[in-house]
């Protein structure tokens, strides 16, 4: 079994300002590692992911995340955001060698302020 | 390419009445996984099915919530009877293949509220 923590239920952050939400895990095993965007009224939409090699994954739109072993955690940044990246912003998690069903985190509310 | 298409996308019942939610796949997924995401919450397993099996129903209440995924037509997850505390966003993905790691496909979800 597993689970997920996300820290900040909501971030503010101004225009142009990086932002982190922050991601941490546990698990008896190794998992595989996701981030998944959800817009307003919108289902959610897979960000980027972790399966294996290297540690830092990135997205299309500027987003990246690095997988820390030690500190069990998948955190996510962005160095600029916009405004059209409010949204709500999950996290999840799923084993490896078990369970092909992620286990989602709370959410993180991301809003960004002109 | 149409992606996972559900119905309705809100959904207003009273106390006691049946409501029924739809889902239709990615075309050519056969696999398909419902999740409800109550406020402030992130999105709780509920059930896992293939074509006309069930394979993981573990995180179903265990009254007045069933899921079919017949041969032809979309999946169903119907809740008999429903109470206020059903009220929630019930999502549904679909994925191409089973494994250690698939990628699902969510759709919009449907809102249910319960009077």
């Known amino acids: 079994a597993q689970s997920v923590t996300q820290l900040d239920s909501q971030v503010p952050v101004f225009e142009e300002a990086p932002v982190e939400l922050r991601c941490n895990y546990s698990?008896?095993?190794?998992?595989?590692l996701f981030w998944y965007v959800q817009y307003p009224n919108q289902g959610l939409q897979l960000l980027l992911k972790y399966l294996s090699g290297s540690t830092l994954v990135k997205s299309i739109n500027g987003f990246e995340a690095e997988f820390n072993k030690s500190q069990t955690s998948f955190h996510l940044r962005k160095p600029s955001v916009h405004i059209s990246d409010t949204a709500e912003y999950f996290c999840a998690v799923s084993d490896r060698g078990g369970s092909y069903i992620p286990t989602f985190g709370r959410g993180t509310s991301l809003i960004v302020h002109p | 390419n149409a992606g996972v298409m559900q119905n309705p996308r809100h959904l207003v019942r009273r106390r006691g009445q049946e409501a029924r939610l739809r889902c239709s796949p990615v075309k050519g997924h056969s696999h398909v996984y419902w999740y409800r995401q109550l406020p402030e919450e992130g999105l709780k397993f509920m059930v896992y099915?293939?074509?006309?099996?069930?394979?993981?129903e573990s995180g179903m209440p265990k009254e007045r919530f069933s899921a079919e995924f017949p041969k032809e037509g979309p999946s169903i997850l119907r809740i008999q009877q429903v109470v206020r505390g059903d009220s929630a966003a019930y999502f549904c993905a679909s994925s191409p293949t089973e494994g250690n790691y698939n990628e699902q496909f969510f759709g919009p979800g449907t809102r249910l509220t319960v009077l």
């Open positions: 099915l293939q074509k006309e099996n069930i394979i993981d």
């Open positions: 698990s008896s095993v190794s998992v595989y």
